[in-house]
């Protein structure tokens, strides 16, 4: 009842920059927590970035500088800007978003489906 698409992924020479966004849709009472998280080939999911309903970031140290986490409330969507992106960018980026589907029941994370960002010459 509840989606995540993700869109914005491809390839992308080492230097240059992709925009992801993640558009929420369905039945939805309130989205607090918006982010990116990242699976490379062989490690674990990590923090990107989130973003919270009314503005304060949480990113991660290794990307500071170079990636940067917006929302637009209205659209329900989260944007990653990502620049001066560096091979070992190269990962599956996940959208995630912890969401209210009533008034009446707790927010709960979902996950999008994931979109492929590869960097390389």
């Known amino acids: 009842q509840v989606q995540l698409v993700e869109s914005g992924g491809g390839l992308v020479q080492p230097g240059g920059s992709l925009r992801l966004s993640c558009a929420a849709s369905?039945?939805?009472?309130?989205?607090?927590?918006m982010g990116w998280y990242r699976q490379a080939p062989g490690k674990e999911r990590e923090l990107v970035a989130t973003i919270s309903s009314s503005g304060s970031i949480t990113d991660a140290e290794s990307m500071k500088g170079r990636f940067t986490i917006s929302r637009d409330n209205a659209k329900m969507t989260v944007y990653l800007q990502m620049s001066s992106l560096k091979p070992e960018d190269t990962a599956v980026y996940y959208c995630y978003a912890t969401i209210a589907t009533s008034r009446v029941n707790w927010s709960r994370g979902y996950w999008g489906q994931g979109t492929q960002v590869t960097v390389s010459s």
């Open positions: 369905g039945t939805i009472y309130e989205i607090n927590t």
